[in-house]
């Protein structure tokens, strides 16, 4: 199928990762996939949730907000919903599963997503590019020595979906409201999902149709990755 902008199926939209973009924050990271545009900073506090106090660990907590201006049509309103509650999660739980939360004692970093432009695949730039931030965030804190012993791994995600009965990779908002099936995928850099999240919007998919979707995804993550390594530079310590 012909797709809107002229990419094949299997392609992603243009991404462009900004680091530092933030001077008021430590760790700080705009990502664009396309026209979606996220905007993600890191920053740690001295203090840990209750039910973590006096257990010497860690934590990290992450936060989504569309901005009122994010969307074409209707302004979004400020404040937490359902949605963004879910997305929120997400992320936290991703980033957590290649943070070692027991090495840097009872401090909590702070992740905040804002997306300044939504066209499509919000949650899986968010992920990608809050990476960034928090590498940065944990650099400033204790010094690039310390990436090795408080990160595990990278970590990327994109979407995946079916459109007209063709699987698409990193579907934009007009792809995305047509699709039969809608999928994200979260994945460390050494090749283990952390999350796979996939419906049937309109139609059920069949093992086919979901290796297909799976291969084109992994091979997006895989260039997700190099995209990852070029913007860190020195910053990098993954393989």
Same mark, same amino acid.
């Given at each position: 199928?012909?797709?809107?902008?002229?990419?094949?199926?299997? @392609?992603?939209?243009?991404?462009?990762?900004?680091?530092?973009?933030?001077?008021?924050?430590?760790?700080?990271c705009?990502?664009?996939? &396309?026209?979606?545009?996220v905007?993600?900073?890191?920053?740690?506090?001295?203090?840990?949730?209750p039910?973590? +106090?006096?257990?010497? %660990?860690?934590?990290?907590?992450?936060?989504?907000? *569309?901005?009122? $201006?994010?969307?074409?049509?209707?302004?979004? %309103?400020?404040?937490?919903? &359902?949605?963004?509650? +879910?997305?929120?999660?997400?992320? $936290?739980? %991703?980033?957590?599963?290649?943070?070692?939360?027991?090495?840097?004692?009872? *401090?909590?970093?702070?992740?905040d997503?804002?997306?300044? +432009?939504?066209?499509?695949?919000?949650?899986?730039?968010?992920?990608?590019?809050?990476?960034?931030?928090?590498?940065?965030?944990?650099?400033?804190?204790?010094?690039? @020595?310390?990436?090795?012993?408080?990160?595990?791994?990278?970590?990327?995600?994109?979407?995946? $979906?079916?459109?007209d009965?063709?699987?698409?990779?990193?579907? !934009?908002?007009? +792809?995305?409201?047509?699709?039969?099936?809608?999928?994200?995928?979260?994945?460390?850099?050494?090749?283990?999902?952390?999350?796979?999240? &996939?419906?049937?919007?309109?139609n059920?998919?069949?093992r086919?149709?979901?290796?297909?979707?799976? !291969?084109?995804?992994? %091979?997006?993550?895989? !260039?997700?990755?190099?995209?990852?390594?070029?913007?860190?530079?020195?910053?990098?310590?993954?393989?």
């Amino acid at each position: 199928m012909a797709r809107n902008d002229g990419r094949i199926a299997s @392609e992603m939209r243009p991404v462009v990762i900004e680091r530092n973009c933030l001077w008021t924050c430590p760790g700080s990271c705009q990502i664009k996939f &396309g026209r979606t545009r996220v905007l993600t900073t890191a920053r740690f506090a001295d203090s840990v949730p209750p039910f973590l +106090e006096g257990k010497g %660990s860690g934590w990290l907590t992450a936060e989504y907000a *569309m901005m009122p $201006g994010s969307t074409p049509k209707n302004r979004k %309103s400020r404040g937490s919903d &359902g949605r963004s509650t +879910e997305i929120q999660r997400l992320i $936290g739980r %991703s980033l957590r599963a290649v943070v070692d939360l027991t090495k840097f004692g009872p *401090m909590t970093l702070q992740v905040d997503t804002d997306v300044i +432009e939504a066209d499509g695949g919000t949650r899986t730039a968010a992920i990608t590019g809050a990476f960034i931030a928090v590498i940065d965030a944990v650099a400033a804190q204790f010094g690039a @020595e310390a990436i090795d012993k408080i990160m595990t791994d990278s970590i990327a995600a994109i979407s995946v $979906g079916v459109v007209d009965g063709i699987a698409l990779a990193d579907l !934009d908002y007009s +792809e995305d409201v047509r699709a039969e099936v809608d999928f994200n995928l979260v994945r460390l850099g050494r090749n283990g999902f952390v999350e796979v999240q &996939g419906t049937g919007e309109k139609n059920s998919f069949d093992r086919s149709a979901l290796n297909q979707m799976l !291969d084109i995804g992994e %091979s997006c993550l895989n !260039d997700l990755k190099l995209k990852q390594k070029q913007a860190l530079g020195d910053l990098w310590r993954f393989d």
